[in-house]
């Protein structure tokens, strides 16, 4: 018990350091310091869909369910960034940042759509008992699969919207109006 505590504990650090090490990384590639965030906020989004069913289907959280946590952040981090990327390369041809946030939610639904839904379906089968000898899976799968569903809707959603809004008023500063 001692060492699945003392696992939990370090797995627990070892995800802070890893959101902490993305977002350096992320600033480093954007050259900005909101847009990281912006693409990080997508990660407590799929940090709540991760609680939800694990709250509902009654599994705890555990190491397993930790692992699957830390495979979600990865592909909601990803998705993030493709809107976010898609947004900058349409607000550096011209386009307003409520206009770049639209086409990058238009034209990356696609792709995100896809990788999450192959996520998906590919964990759903090992989320429940089917066969013996899955039952170390099931914790992960769910975990991953709550934050995917989650994080993906809200992600199409909230971060153009977010987008839009910061560079908005950070287009209305850069200019003097009001």
Do not use: K, W
């Amino acid at each position: 018990v001692q060492t699945m505590q003392s696992g939990m504990r370090l797995l627990g650090a070892g995800l802070l350091v890893a959101g902490v090490l993305v977002y350096l990384v992320l600033m480093a590639q954007f050259r900005s310091f909101v847009d990281p965030l912006i693409i990080m906020l997508a990660v407590p989004l799929g940090l709540g869909g991760v609680l939800v069913v694990l709250y509902l289907t009654n599994t705890y959280v555990n190491i397993q369910s930790l692992m699957g946590t830390l495979m979600m952040i990865g592909v909601v981090v990803n998705n993030s960034i493709l809107l976010v990327e898609f947004a900058n390369q349409r607000r550096a041809a011209g386009q307003s940042p409520h206009d770049a946030a639209l086409a990058a939610a238009q034209i990356r639904l696609r792709p995100i759509l896809m990788t999450s839904l192959t996520l998906v379906a590919s964990m759903l089968p090992l989320s429940f008992q089917l066969a013996p000898g899955n039952e170390a899976m099931i914790p992960l799968a769910r975990a991953l699969l709550g934050g995917m569903v989650v994080s993906t809707v809200l992600t199409l959603v909230l971060v153009p919207c977010v987008y839009a809004m910061v560079h908005r008023r950070s287009a209305v500063m850069a200019n003097g109006t009001p």
